[in-house]
């Protein structure tokens, strides 16, 4: 019986509620992996050794039976995939067993199908995203491991891909009241949301360090299922890549603009350009997600990224000192709010109502912001060579990860 122990006790402990008697679960081996006595726990259990050697259909161990280690009651042998998964074993008098065998049997082999269902969900869950993190982000070059345990899981390792990465991230500080399940809950919806809807677009999807990975491979079938054709190609030599990429991009576009509309939360995407090896695009797709955490734009292209690729390049120590000589006069406390609003104001292009709205704010607000950031640095965005310097210091503050980076 393929089954964790605590899983095992919770089924014990299901059954034994119903009946209010002593209950003990057996695996194939005989032994008590399971029971509401601790101390039977690891002991051999003779009577369900004659269950599943002599495949009975129920063994009752009465007080005058002298069977070693093993008390008067019940046993039932537990059958999944048609052979004997198990054994239930009830402690006491059957004759004053209010619950019928059978449905006792039944009941124990419904909990221990859904369980092994579950739980061999849960490991292929964690081998895909082993094996996602190993072709994803340590791969070195594609070996024949490499290959067969991508066909395990229905991916080419070979094809080269469109890679997006998404992140749920608050669009604005959420109240103290609000509950951390309540968030938690949210970021599920919008997750599953994601997904949903990237696997309408063709992609292979899943969970890779609390980031959404969307996987498009770079194929015509892919491309006719999102167009609705039939027509089937013999070769990929007419596939188009950048029409697939422009599709790609809409969809998560609409998608993003979905989740603003309808939560106080956003969703971040970076998308890769064109098709390429998974772990090329992988990385191309993280750096441009890293850039959209901090921007007020939602979507963005690694191949429409230009400074902001050799920005990642610059040593820490430069780094933090051209910060800090330019946004060391702004207070801690309003750091936040006076970064976030030059991002949008750069990010619109110096649209002042367009920038505003994204940050849900009022555009004097956002004009007050902008001309306290002029008065605290000496720098104003709205001067082309003052814009060019708080342009440049606003995308070093923060690290490739997209973490914040310290003034000093």
């Excluded at 059978?102 to 895909?128: C, D, F, N, P, W």
């Excluded at 360090?209 to 079938?221: E, Q």
């Excluded at 971040?268 to 350009?273: D, E, L, P, R």
């Excluded at 082309?384 to 310097?389: E, F, L, N, Y």
């Amino acid at each position: 019986m393929q089954i964790s122990l605590e899983n095992a006790q919770r089924i014990v402990t299901e059954i034994s509620d119903v009946l209010g008697e002593d209950v003990n679960l057996m695996d194939q081996s005989a032994i008590i992996i399971a029971s509401t006595d601790p101390n039977r726990v690891g002991n051999h259990h003779l009577g369900a050794e004659r269950i599943v050697v002599e495949e009975l259909d129920r063994l009752i161990i009465r007080p005058t039976d002298k069977i070693p280690g093993v008390r008067p009651g019940l046993n039932l042998p537990i059958w999944v995939e048609g052979r004997i998964a198990g054994v239930l074993g009830i402690t006491g008098n059957p004759a004053t067993f209010t619950t019928p065998a059978h449905v006792l049997q039944k009941m124990t082999e419904i909990l221990l199908r859904e369980t092994l269902s579950r739980e061999r969900a849960q490991r292929h869950g964690r081998s895909y995203t082993r094996f996602l993190q190993a072709w994803l982000r340590d791969a070195r070059e594609v070996t024949r491991e490499l290959v067969t345990e991508g066909g395990d899981f229905d991916i080419d390792v070979r094809s080269h891909y469109i890679v997006a990465t998404a992140q749920v991230l608050h669009r604005s500080p959420m109240g103290a009241h609000t509950m951390i399940a309540t968030r938690q809950a949210e970021v599920d919806r919008i997750s599953e949301l994601a997904t949903e809807r990237a696997r309408r677009l063709g992609a292979t999807t899943a969970l890779l360090d609390s980031r959404i990975v969307m996987l498009f491979p770079c194929t015509d079938d892919t491309t006719n299922q999102q167009s609705g054709s039939t027509h089937e190609h013999e070769t990929n030599e007419s596939f188009d890549s950048d029409g697939f990429l422009t599709a790609i991009v809409e969809g998560l576009e609409n998608t993003a603009e979905h989740v603003r509309s309808t939560s106080p939360m956003r969703l971040v995407v970076g998308i890769s350009s064109g098709d390429a090896p998974a772990p090329e695009a992988m990385s191309q797709a993280e750096r441009a997600l890293s850039y959209g955490t901090r921007s007020a734009v939602d979507v963005h292209r690694y191949d429409q990224l230009t400074l902001e690729i050799l920005l990642a390049s610059i040593p820490e120590r430069e780094r933090l000192s051209f910060i800090s000589r330019v946004f060391g006069g702004i207070p801690a406390e309003s750091r936040d709010d006076t970064l976030r609003s030059l991002q949008a104001y750069f990010d619109t292009n110096g649209a002042l109502s367009h920038a505003a709205q994204l940050l849900f704010i009022h555009k004097n607000t956002l004009t007050g912001r902008l001309n306290k950031l002029t008065e605290l640095t000496g720098l104003d965005p709205r001067r082309t060579s003052d814009a060019s310097i708080l342009w440049l210091a606003l995308h070093l503050t923060q690290d490739s990860t997209g973490e914040p980076q310290p003034l000093a």
